[in-house]
């Protein structure tokens, strides 16, 4: 999925994102736990996972009451990982909490 040198970027269903560099998840044997990607409270879930190759890509998130929003890569900073990620959709009792993200381009039909 990455060549070692991409950058990783995680959502959560309270609809924030981050960004962040691959190069700072060390690699590690399976019997580690592994490193923290993004910090959250409560009951809140990561929903997905994309890897990011160009600062062109877009991202499209989906709340579970049907709504989507389609923005670029480069309008989310990159930060450390570890952090609580910035607001990629309002979350209200419109929309719903996001159930999935996905990197697309044009060419990609839904």
């Known amino acids: 999925m990455t060549n070692g040198s ?14 962040f560099n691959e190069s700072t998840v060390r690699p590690m044997g399976r019997n580690a736990s592994g490193v923290t990607g993004v910090r959250f409270e ?24 049907g709504y989507g929003k389609r923005s670029k890569v480069s309008e989310y900073r990159v930060t450390n990982r570890g952090g609580k990620g910035v607001k990629t959709i309002n979350v209200t009792d419109k929309t719903g909490n996001l159930v999935a993200m996905k990197s697309v381009s044009d060419d990609n039909d839904l």
């Not at 970027?9 to 924030?16: C, E, I, N, Q, V």
């Open 6 to 19: 991409n950058e990783i970027m995680l959502a959560l269903k309270s609809g924030k994102a981050i960004r």
């Open 42 to 65: 409560g009951n809140d879930e990561v929903i997905g996972m994309i890897a990011v190759e160009s600062e062109n890509d877009d991202v499209l998130v989906v709340s579970e009451n």
